[in-house]
C-alpha cells in the first residue's frame, strides 16, 4: 500500500459506472468531485432521465443532490463510449450476464473496477476473476475498490479511506488519482485476494453480528463475533495466497467494523431481523436492495471447504438462511463450539 | 492460548476482590457464580454493609441482583485471609499507594490478578509491573484479566469471552477455573505485555472514537479510527515484546470494539462530549466514575515517546485532553496527516 502522490493526469481520462444503485451513485458523485468526467449507466431509462433533470436518485440515494457534472444513461455503448475507467458495480450474482452484454462496447484499454462485494454461486469465483473471465482481460486490467465505505456516509462528503488493490500498481495509483477528494482517500495495494475475501466475507459476518444484536445481546456479544469473524476471514484469505496484513487494514478490520456498527447496512439489517425471529423470506421482500451476503454465505461456504478452512461463522448464518438452524440455535453452537477452539495464535 | 478444561479445584481456593465499583463488583459475582467462594472489599462501611443488607451495589452497579453467597466488607484483612486469588479493580492511578497498604495482609502464595487497564503516570509502568513490585513478588505470580468486557452487560450475564494472561500457564489455568461460568468464558495467554497495552491503549483509541462521533461522524470515519487505533496500539505492544497477534484477538479487537460501540463505556462517552464542544473538567466532575484513557492518555504517550514508537491517534488525544487542541483541529490533522502516513504492511 503506498502513500497517496500526486500524479499527472492524463487528459482524457474518463469514467463510467455500470449500476445506478446506492454505492454506483455515491461513487460516480465522488469521481466527478474528484475532477473526472463520469457518466453513469442505469438499466431502466425513466431512472437515468430523473437523475439528469433532478440530480438526484430518487430511488437509491434520496436527498442527496448529485453533481451537476454527472451524465446518467442507459445506453452501455454510450455509456462505454471512451472509458478509460469501466467501474462495475451492479449485483454480484449478475455480473457474468451483465458484463457480456456489455463487453464488446469497452475500449481495448480500460481499466475493469470492481465494486462489489461477493462471491459468484456455482464457481465459487471473485467478482475480479469473473471480470477478467468474461472480457477476456489479464488481471492486470482489473482493479477492485473496498474499505470502510458506507454508500450514504460518502454521498454526504463524511470523510472516509478506501483501498485500490490491482496487480498493476500503476493502473491503481492512475485509479486512486481519479477518485481521490478533500473527504474521499484511497490508498492502493497489490492485494487483489485479500481485498476481495475481506470484502465478501464480511457481508456474511455483518448478518451474524446483527443476529446477535436482533437477539438483545450486547457489544461484548458483538465484538467477540467481529473478533472470530475476522479471524476466520483471514485464514481463508490466507489460504487462498491473500497477505495476513490485509485484514487488519481497512478493507478487513475497517469495513468489517463499519459495517457491523452501521444501521446502514443491508446485510447488518437482515441479521437483526432473522434475530428477531422474522424468517428470510418476509425480510428480503420489502427490500429493494439486495442484501449480498445472503446470497455470498453459500459461495464462500463453498469456497473454504474446497480449501479446507473451517469457518464457523459463515457456515452456521449458512444454515440459518437455508432455514436449518434458527438464530439462537447459532448463536448458542458458536458460543461454546467456536469459544472451545478459538487459538488467538492459530 | 490454551482451550478451556476442566480442571480439579482445590477445595481451599476463595477469592477477594479489592475494589467495589462497577468492574470489581460485577466480576465478584462472576467468582461467586464460578462457584469460588469470594469477598468483596469496598472502602466504605456503609457500601460494604448495604451489598451484605440488599445484595445490590446500588452506587455503582444499580437493578442487578447480587449472588446470595457474596461477602461483602470494608476490612482489608478480614477480605485478604486465606485468599487464593486476590483480584485488583481499584482506579489504575491509585494502585500503588491501595496495594501497598495491604501487602502485609495478603497470603505468601495468593496469585495477584489486575482487571485494571491503565499505565501508571510518572513510572509508564503496567499495572502487573506496579503489582510485582509493590508486593514484590515475582511476574509469575501475577496475572491480568481484560477482553471485550462491558460490567453491566456481564453482570446482566449476556455471553463474553476474556483472556487471562500469566507467565505462569497453571496459575492462569487455576484463575481461569475460578470464573468460568456457562456466561464467562476465560481463554489463558502468556502474553502478559499484550494483553495490558491491549487494554490501556484501547481506553484512549475510544475517546478518539467518542470524539468522531459527538463531532456527527459516521461509521465509516469511526472505523478507520479503529482500525489506524489498534495499528499503533501493535506497533507499542511489540515494541515492548507483546505478541503481535495478541492485538487480534479478545483482548485487542475484541475490548476496542465493545468499548467503542458501547454507550456503557465511559471513556467512549467522554469522547463523544468532548467531540460535542463540552470542556473536560465539566464532564469528569459529574461523573462519580473514573474514565481511564484520561489519565493513561498522558503515560502511555510517555512509554511510546521512550521507545520512539509514533502513536498519532494517542498524541492527538493528549492534545485534547491538555486543552491545546481543539477535537476538529485533531480529526482534520489526523484525517490528513495519518492517512497519508497508513501502510498496511508496516
Chains 1, 2 share one sequence.
Not at 467494523?257 to 439489517?269: D, E, F, I, K, Y
Amino acid at each position: 500500500m503506498t502513500a497517496l502522490a500526486p500524479r499527472a493526469r492524463h487528459r482524457a481520462e474518463r469514467a463510467v459506472v455500470f449500476g445506478a444503485g446506492t454505492w454506483g451513485t455515491a461513487f460516480a458523485a465522488v469521481l466527478c468531485d474528484a475532477g473526472t468526467p463520469t457518466t453513469l449507466w442505469a438499466r431502466r431509462e425513466e431512472l437515468a432521465g430523473a437523475i439528469n433533470d433532478k440530480h438526484e436518485n430518487l430511488d437509491y440515494l434520496p436527498g442527496v443532490r448529485l453533481p451537476d457534472g454527472l451524465l446518467a444513461t442507459h445506453d452501455p455503448a454510450e455509456a462505454a463510449s471512451d472509458a478509460t475507467f469501466v467501474v462495475l458495480a451492479v449485483p454480484s450474482q449478475t455480473l457474468r450476464v451483465n458484463l457480456a452484454a456489455w463487453t464488446g462496447l469497452l475500449p481495448a484499454d480500460a481499466l475493469l473496477v470492481s465494486l462489489m462485494k461477493g462471491i459468484e454461486l456455482g464457481t465459487t469465483k471473485r467478482m475480479s476473476e469473473v471480470i477478467a473471465e468474461v472480457a477476456d482481460v489479464p488481471a492486470q486490467r482489473v482493479a477492485v475498490l473496498s474499505g470502510p465505505n458506507l454508500a450514504k456516509e460518502i454521498a454526504e462528503k463524511q470523510p472516509a479511506a478506501a483501498v485500490v488493490a490491482c496487480d498493476d500498481e500503476d493502473a491503481a495509483a492512475a485509479f486512486q488519482t481519479s477518485c481521490t477528494t478533500p473527504y474521499f482517500r484511497p490508498y492502493t495495494n497489490t492485494d487483489v485476494v485479500g481485498t476481495e475475501i475481506g470484502g465478501a466475507a464480511k457481508n456474511v459476518i455483518a448478518i451474524a453480528v446483527g443476529m446477535a444484536e436482533g437477539m438483545g445481546l450486547g457489544d461484548n456479544s458483538k465484538a467477540s463475533l467481529i473478533t472470530r469473524g475476522l479471524a476466520e476471514t483471514a485464514r481463508l484469505g490466507t489460504a487462498l495466497g491473500a497477505n495476513p496484513m490485509t485484514f487488519a487494514g481497512l478493507a478487513g478490520l475497517g469495513d468489517l467494523v463499519a459495517t457491523c456498527g452501521s444501521p446502514l447496512s443491508r446485510n447488518h439489517s437482515v441479521g437483526v431481523q432473522l434475530g428477531q425471529g422474522r424468517p428470510l423470506h418476509d425480510i428480503q421482500q420489502p427490500m429493494r436492495m439486495v442484501a449480498e451476503g445472503v446470497k455470498s454465505s453459500e459461495s464462500i461456504l463453498e469456497l473454504a471447504t474446497k480449501h479446507d478452512v473451517p469457518v464457523p461463522i459463515i457456515e452456521h448464518v449458512v444454515k440459518v438462511v437455508r432455514g436449518e438452524l434458527t438464530p439462537s440455535q447459532v448463536l448458542r453452537a458458536l458460543m461454546s463450539r467456536d469459544l472451545k477452539s478459538e487459538r488467538l495464535d492459530a
